[in-house]
């Protein structure tokens, strides 16, 4: 999974932890939610079974255990949730969920060094006009460090990545940008080591002070700090 270095640090010691052993295993967890995700499948199924097997990090894969079908069981859970919950708010729309898809909030920059893989988006479009109504990033983080979900630089990048094919112009999807055809945008952790387990950042909170231009204003500042330091991922 591409971390981003662009400020600070600020994401899952799954990723940047010196703590190998800790992400090595945190990427079983990350698997065993993919294959959920894809089969559609509770994490139970996989109980006792050898996942990822001739991985290079982790050739002989990973044997899940019931504690790892509950901590990936929670971000399932949270998921189908959030999709009922939007399909309720928003009668007749149609709801995606993707698992490690690719975005590429770079691109809209004309830079190819920042770009990662977001554990989940959920989209929610009108059914007949296909406008955006909602667009959520969920990151799924199997460590015990605490991670903010504030301002999260990772979690900005995730989504103004999977914003810009609705907001950007252009067949190269690049400025200007149109923030609102997309009405609205949450972005989410799911950490079931910490409490709580789940921690977001949304535009229908008043508090967060958080909209899709929000975002994509947060996206123009992240692009010109990471060309201050001369690197945008890692």
């Known amino acids: 999974k591409t971390a981003y270095e662009i400020r600070n640090c600020d994401w899952s010691s799954d990723v940047c932890s010196s703590d190998l052993a800790a992400a090595i295993d945190g990427k079983g967890s990350h698997l065993l939610l993919e294959m959920c995700l894809m089969n559609n499948v509770p994490a139970i199924q996989y109980d006792q079974q050898i996942i990822g097997a001739n991985d290079p990090e982790h050739p002989s894969g990973w044997l899940v255990g019931i504690e790892r079908v509950n901590r990936v069981q929670m971000c399932l859970d949270y998921v189908q949730r959030r999709v009922n919950e939007l399909k309720d708010e928003h009668q007749g729309c149609t709801v995606t969920v993707e698992a490690e898809s690719k975005a590429d909030p770079g691109g809209m920059f004309g830079r190819d060094d920042w770009y990662g893989t977001c554990d989940i988006t959920i989209t929610c479009r009108h059914k007949h006009t296909g406008e955006v109504l909602f667009i959520e990033v969920v990151d799924y983080k199997d460590g015990r460090g605490w991670v903010h979900v504030k301002d999260n630089s990772q979690l900005l990048s995730y989504l103004a990545?999977?914003?810009?094919?609705?907001?950007?112009?252009?067949?190269?999807?690049?400025?200007?940008?149109?923030p609102e055809k997309v009405r609205g945008c949450r972005m989410t952790i799911v950490q079931p080591k910490t409490n709580p387990v789940i921690r977001y950042q949304c535009s229908t909170k008043p508090e967060d002070n958080f909209s899709p231009v929000t975002v994509m204003d947060k996206a123009i500042e992240l692009s010109q700090a990471a060309k201050k330091i001369g690197r945008a991922h890692v």
């Not at 990545?161 to 149109?178: E, H, I, N, Q, Y």
């Open 161 to 178: 990545g999977k914003m810009r094919p609705f907001v950007a112009s252009g067949p190269d999807l690049v400025r200007p940008f149109r």
